[in-house]
């Protein structure tokens, strides 16, 4: 069962609940590890990696769900990409998100481009992505990703296709910020089959994620 969700929101940016009620509910979903990946810039990435970093140390240990520090940093100026990801790594960051160049926002030109070439983890709902970007992905071992977000997810189909023509490696998000976006593992799987996964690309993608989650020490 793929039971990773690495891309929630909470009210520390632009979410509904507070860092515990998203990871109880999630618990309560049957999830193994989380991220808290609020939305961040230049304004406010000091105060959001200190709660988040202060707030997963402080999560019971022997929990039956794992909690990594994240960030997913939003709307740059893609030249910014590169600097704050290298403070968010210094304050103690585990995983890295950049908002990608999806098609229902003005996300700047090059934004995915830029972001690849930054410390990052997880290019997240990256649109249209180009040839050129999917082959970055692939030699920087950066996840693209397949989400269940409305509006988003509207061009899971393209970013599938792309990874099968440059081997670039996947993973499934919900881009969660209400309780309504909290969805099982069993319903994520489903939109990752209806955006056009096989079962064989699906069990790829847990394995890719799993070693990736073990090399941050949550499994």
């Known amino acids: 069962m793929y039971n990773y969700n690495l891309h929630a929101h909470t009210l520390?940016?632009?979410?509904?609940?507070?860092?515990s009620e998203v990871v109880m509910r999630y618990?309560?979903?049957g999830y193994e590890v989380i991220a808290l990946t609020d939305h961040a810039d230049y304004s406010n990435i000091k105060p959001i990696c200190s709660a988040?970093?202060?707030?997963?140390?402080r999560w019971p240990k022997d929990s039956k769900i794992k909690i990594l520090p994240g960030i997913e940093l939003t709307h740059l100026p893609p030249e910014q990409f590169k600097p704050l990801a290298a403070f968010a790594r210094k304050q103690g960051i585990k995983i890295i998100?950049?908002?990608?160049?999806?098609?229902?926002?003005?996300?700047?030109?090059?934004?995915?481009?830029?972001?690849?070439?930054?410390?990052?983890?997880?290019?997240?709902?990256?649109g249209l992505i180009t040839d050129e970007d999917t082959s970055l992905a692939k030699d920087r071992g950066i996840f693209l990703e397949i989400t269940?977000?409305?509006?988003h997810s509207d061009t899971n189909?393209?970013?599938?296709?792309?990874?099968?023509?440059?081997?670039?490696?996947?993973?499934?998000?919900?881009?969660?910020?209400?309780?309504?976006?909290?969805?099982?593992p069993e319903r994520l799987i489903e939109i990752g089959i209806n955006s056009g996964l096989?079962?064989?690309?699906?069990?790829?993608?847990?394995s890719d994620v799993t070693e990736f989650l073990k090399r941050k020490g949550a499994l």
């Open 12 to 19: 520390l940016s632009d979410g509904h609940l507070l860092p």
């Open 27 to 29: 618990l309560s979903k």
């Open 52 to 57: 988040v970093v202060e707030f997963c140390r």
């Open 97 to 126: 998100i950049a908002h990608g160049e999806t098609p229902i926002e003005p996300v700047v030109k090059d934004t995915n481009k830029l972001a690849l070439l930054a410390d990052i983890d997880i290019l997240a709902h990256p």
């Open 148 to 151: 269940s977000r409305r509006g």
């Open 157 to 184: 189909s393209h970013v599938i296709n792309q990874t099968r023509k440059f081997g670039a490696k996947l993973i499934l998000n919900q881009d969660a910020h209400s309780p309504e976006d909290i969805i099982s």
């Open 198 to 206: 096989t079962k064989d690309e699906l069990e790829i993608i847990y």
